[in-house]
């Protein structure tokens, strides 16, 4: 069955960086782009960024854009988020999700969910 | 960006209610919007995508429809288990968003 597990969540002050790991199994994850989504406490989701299949394409929500940085090693089956210059208003609970279609190049939807980390960014 | 705005915020109904949400886009996204489903504590689960495809394994009173801008999902009759909030996300171009999203209640 398909498995999508985030870690490396954790406490962080403004301004300093932080990488999220998703290890993936169950389904060849070469195959399919790859999301973060994240929902603060409290609050609704947001879409983060996209890495498609093959790692050609990456795209960003304008909230993250310059600071965060999608990265995927198909080796490995995992998923990465950099996030550099944190801000108090990046704290949230982390997704990694699957993209439903096979080989696309532009995002779509997200039909497998890992269970998420929490990201504090606070002094 | 393209804005997605969900009514109401937050609904009160009863088991066998028929439950109605609604997702307006702020420009035309053809059918490229899916419906999630949210329990406190967990990930979101895919209900209904491209509008009006019901994802395998969901049953069969949940069901979605709308094109352009202005889209439904429904709950036909709701269950002890359909109790939660719910977000549509509309993916017509290379930032998908989500709706604020709708929180079904117990009345």
């Known amino acids: 069955q398909v498995q999508l597990v985030e870690s490396g969540g954790g406490v962080v002050q403004p301004g300093r960086s932080l990488r999220l790991s998703c290890a993936a199994s169950g389904f060849t994850f070469s195959t399919y782009g790859m999301h973060w989504v994240r929902q603060a406490p409290g609050k609704g989701l947001e879409w983060v960024a996209v890495i498609s299949y093959d790692g050609s394409n990456k795209y960003y929500a304008d909230s993250v854009k310059g600071r965060f940085t999608i990265s995927r090693d198909n080796s490995k089956n995992t998923l990465y988020l950099q996030m550099s210059s944190l801000r108090a208003e990046d704290t949230a609970v982390y997704y990694c999700a699957k993209d439903k279609i096979a080989a696309a190049q532009t995002p779509h939807y997200f039909d497998y969910w890992g269970q998420g980390t929490l990201v504090t960014v606070s002094s | 960006d393209i804005q997605m705005t969900q009514s109401p915020s937050t609904l009160s109904a009863s088991v066998g209610d028929r439950v109605t949400i609604t997702c307006r886009a702020s420009q035309s996204i053809s059918n490229w919007l899916a419906w999630y489903q949210q329990k406190p504590g967990k990930a979101p689960k895919l209900l209904i995508y491209?509008?009006?495809s019901l994802e395998s394994g969901v049953p069969s009173r949940f069901s979605g429809s709308g094109s352009g801008t202005e889209f439904t999902l429904t709950i036909s009759s709701l269950q002890p288990d359909d109790f939660a909030a719910y977000y549509c996300?509309?993916?017509?171009?290379?930032?998908?968003?989500f709706g604020q999203g709708t929180k079904v209640e117990i009345k």
């Open positions: 996300q509309q993916y017509s171009n290379y930032a998908p968003t």
């Open positions: 491209d509008a009006s």
